[in-house]
């Protein structure tokens, strides 16, 4: 046992931190505009990945209406449908779930969770949200060009992203693809930052294995994404070149309403490679903050050490590593070596191993603990059911002979919806109402808060269970309209039907929740400066909400772990990460 | 993909190094105190210094794919078929003329000899402008013969491998401007060799990166060991 003598006048830890100097801010501008302080950075890209996030839910409203009730919306057509869903998929990935993980939870938590003062480039921090704001706008504007944004699907795929056929080809796609660049350059700039204040901005005290859980998400989801979104800005990039200036890298020689076009020889199945080289550890980009989030909001919530804690870690660094060699279970049915197919098909049944361990790991957490349904503690549980049946149809999917015939089904969307779609976004819900009161000083409404909850969890049941059936029936994904079809029965129309009529309510629910936020900042009871009696640093900031510098004249000193709950023979059901003093025995491992 | 995957080894190799010092294998739970910290390393690295080694790598794994999208879709019997590669030869001597002198002009920042240092930033200023200049005649050369972006995949490769170099190439010349204006107004120009040092450690790191798309672009004594390396998976 490595145990330590506490509170003792020994030497600090080895340097994990140093204090620095900080930038401070001399007008209203810098201070709250062009602000240089992670947290109001944090907000601002949450503030502007939530409301980018409301128009894809617009999008999603009006992709299900078209589905439920065909022909009902008079100026949805088979192109503007295209485009709808292109639009949505893209904004939910990329522009809500990694910039609202990353940007938004990484830039808030990362230095107060460590007891850092902010990030280690506050400048270069500053510069990240503004690239981003900048491709959210580009993304925007392609509503307003010359035949709308671009329908090729979110996956982009040539050629048919770059021919004449597919809404939104003249300027939809090279907004499309510029906004992504945008994206991937603000994105390394602020990834840089929280890699590096990961590494050496943490307080005395904070050893690695001493970070909680949702610092370890986030910093490895950003070395994933630093070395995935590569692969998409080449991808997007050679795209773009291809229909800009005519090169041929993906487009092969193609014949085009009778006409031969320029292009030749090139290669769709290189932007296969490349895109889905980014597209698969994004999943991961976007799940793992939510597992370590989703560990600390169950721990606090349950009164109970994390359970398996090292495991959990590993399981982390493990889903991260494999999370590079599975990119081409998207592929089977773009034709591949019988052997890669086994290949990949091995690697991603073999994720499902430290998966496992960490839902397991959840749930032996909440085994006798004392659990307090609060609305993050509901969000987190919602997460982990929604979680695993997400990632049981994945194990469907990830085998070559049942993914062929389920490809391009509504079985697909639902899986991808429920394992990437509802659960992190779940856990963003149960994040931002665990530390709302961090960042405001006052609770969200409890009220507004189960309504939010129990239509968005039990909605999302109503609306993706069904889901699976109808892409075991044999309903494909991406058309806009499947009456006629003989080989659908009439019962989908039925089925179709109530799953818009649920999808729009389930939406009307996340109204109310904006209401919610907004409402709460002025009329929610005062929170105080650790309503959740929580262990972590961020909860142990002199003020609430933290001043810029966070932590006052002083940065704190760590002495435990994150998980020091129920404790038996201390005083309260918890011990701070910066309280010294040895804790009265031993907790279970 | 191979090159991707090698990369992607090698760096996962690194992370193993390093989070096998981490004290991964520790319980936390049982581990109360304050005297807990990081094993004791020779120096803390810099965080501008490991931040620019973050940066570094994801451009690593840029150029990368690009070499790997490179062997993939050109058709091998048109590899390393650039008329005039006298004209790559220079880039690559100007390119490595300026990271010599910004060597040297780390060394001038060290001793506090401002003149040495300006002359130094001058030089590596120089040799950049004619990386530039250079590297646009390869490109009017090319266009000369015909071969425009849209002639085929070998020459909209060089036109998109060069390019994306040249990029970063820029945001190299940027910060050596910057660094140019702070040697004038610096009181004491050993404050500049940290910066002075960043910059020289990404244009090696350019050069390196330009030594293999060269590599693969033109018939070189390395390409054999770059082509070894692009095989199929």
Redesign the interface.
Known sequence: ???????TA???????SEDVELYHPHSWLTKYVFSQDAKIIAIQYASTALAIGLVALVLSWLVRLQLGFPGAISFIGPKEYYQLITMHGMIMVIYLLTALFLGGFGNYLIPLMLGARDM??PYVNMLSYWIYLLAVLVLVASFFAPGGPTGAGWTLYPPQAILSGTPGQEWGIVLMLLSLILFIIGF?MG???Y??TV???RA??M????MPLTIWGIFTATILA??A???L??GA??ML?DRL?????FMPAIVEAGQRL?Y????PI?FQ??FW?FGHPEVYIVALPAFGIVSDLISTHARK?IFG??MM??AI?AIG?LS??VWAHHMYVSGMNPY?GFFFATTTLVIAIPTAIKVYNWVLTLWRGDIHLTLPMLFAIAFIVTFLNGGLTGLFLGNVVVDVPLSDTMFVVAHFHMVMGVAPILVIFGGLYHWYPKVTGRMLDERLGQLHFWATFLGAYAIFFPMHYLGLMGVPRRYFDIEGLSFVTPSVATLNAFISVVALLVGAAQIVFLYNLVRSLTHGAPAGPNPWRATTLEWQTPETPPPHGNWGATPP?????A??YSVPGAAEDFIPQNQ????PG??P? | MTLVLLYLAVLAALSARWLSRQRLASKPWLETGMTLGVPAGPHPVAPARLGLAVLLAAIGLLFALLVAAYTMRVPREAWQTLPDPGILWSVTGLLALASVALHGAVRAASRGERDGLLLALAAAGTATAGFFAWQWLAWRRLLDLGAGPGSDAAAAFFYLLTALHGLHVAGGVAALAVIAVRALRAADPRDLRPAAFLCAVYLDALLAIWLVLFGVLYRTPWSGWILALCGPL
């Open positions: 046992m490595a145990d330590a003598q506490l509170g020994g030497p600090l830890p080895g340097a994990e280690v480039f390394t990834g840089v930052n890699v590096v590494l050496q901005a005395p005290g050893t690695l294995m001493r630093l070395l979104f590569p692969a800005f080449v990039v050679m070149l200036l005519g090169t041929s890298f320029r030749n020889g090139g290669s290189l490679h490349l080289f050490n804690y090292r870690v590993w660094v590593a590079f060699v890669f000193v760590v002495y435990r772990w998980y020091d010294p003093g040895r804790a031993p907790a491992a």
